[in-house]
């Protein structure tokens, strides 16, 4: 799925064709927030919210039968019945770099090109990563509601935080987002090592193919990686004992891959350091254990929200629409790497 196929039965280019039907599963919010219009002239796009049926009514209306591409985002799942009851769709483009809402086998049988994000969210995803940890190990947060509640005066004490220079960063999923929190991390003096489905040619960090041997050399783990099988509650209670009492896990990958529940009650029992998390197993519901603790700083799985990944996003949703009905390579295909 690395490229979009050039076969006898491609589309002709936009110039010679009626404008291609794309069906928008959800509004597409990433224009309205940078004040962006869809290129209505160019493209025909269906809109279910506009329908007085239901979704799945829509899907089996002659209203939607004309769909040639989807736009979705992570919050709206591509499933096969979907694809089943639109036969003429050939892409399915993502607004969102993770792929877990997409059939991705059901699109490979049925010859169906899928393009991402790609990495147009990496910086801001790294950023807030760091900022997490940042967080948790200085406690800006908690110094924060420390203040505002008046204690400074008082003869409370404030607990003392620990510096992020010279810790050793375990690094799950080390793809565009990963790589780029390295680089980050790299700069305030921490020694990096790493996880990944398999080890990566020409980098240089240390690289464990156990996440549990992974945790038991480090003092932080930062969650990068994709939501899939084999990564569902792959951060174990068994991973988070080997981070141990002072070390501090981050999520800013899905909130699946870590086993909640398990990290909920390490926390709670001090046999956990600390957790930065902007995602979660059941959004928007976080646990009601996590608001009480002062060494966990909670993000409302908002890591992409910036208005300039937003607007290259935008550049690069309609980069693809137009490569793929010119019959152009496509600018993010997804990957099976």
């Known amino acids: 799925m690395a490229s979009h196929p050039q076969h006898d039965g491609a589309p002709p280019p936009l110039s010679r064709r009626p404008p291609p039907c794309v069906l928008l599963l959800r509004h597409p919010l990433e224009f309205s927030l940078v004040n962006r219009s869809l290129p ?44 089943q009851r639109l036969p003429d769709v050939r892409l399915v483009a993502t607004a969102s770099a993770g792929l877990n809402h997409i059939d991705l086998a059901e699109c490979r049988r049925r010859g169906i090109a899928v393009v991402t994000a790609g990495d ?3 910086e801001d995803v790294a950023d807030l990563a760091v900022g997490l940890l940042i967080d948790v190990l200085r406690k800006v947060s908690a110094g924060d509601r420390y203040v505002r509640r008046g204690l400074w005066s008082s003869e409370g004490e404030f607990a003392l935080g620990s510096k992020l220079g010279s810790k050793r960063v375990g690094i799950v999923g080390l793809g565009k987002i990963g790589l780029e929190v390295a680089k980050r991390l790299e700069v305030f003096g921490c020694a990096i090592s790493y996880n990944s489905r398999k080890k990566k040619p020409h980098i240089s960090y240390p690289f464990y193919s156990n996440v549990c041997e992974l945790a038991t050399n480090c ?15 792959m951060i174990t209670r068994e991973v988070l004992l080997a981070l141990g009492k002072e ?32 995602v979660f197993e059941n959004e928007p519901n976080v646990p009601e254990e996590l608001l009480a603790l002062d060494n966990v700083v909670l993000s409302p799985h908002s ?19 137009e490569a793929f009905f010119s019959n152009k390579p496509l600018l993010s295909p997804a990957s099976d790497e």
């Open 247 to 278: 070390g501090v896990i981050v999520n800013i990958g899905r909130g699946s891959i870590i086993d909640e529940k398990e990290m909920v009650q390490l926390l709670v029992q001090g046999e956990l350091g600390g957790a930065g998390l902007d």
């Open 219 to 233: 003092d932080a783990l930062v969650i990068c990686c994709g939501l899939n099988e084999q990564t569902h509650h």
């Open 40 to 83: 209505e002239d160019d493209f025909r796009f269906l809109k279910p919210w506009e329908s007085p049926l239901p979704l799945d009514d829509f899907l089996s209306s002659a209203d939607a039968r004309p769909a040639e591409a989807i736009l979705t985002n992570g919050r709206a799942s591509v499933t096969a019945d979907m694809l």
């Open 303 to 321: 890591a992409v929200f910036t208005p300039e990944s937003f607007s290259d996003l935008c550049d690069l949703i309609i980069g693809n629409l």
């Open 120 to 122: 147009v969210y990496s």
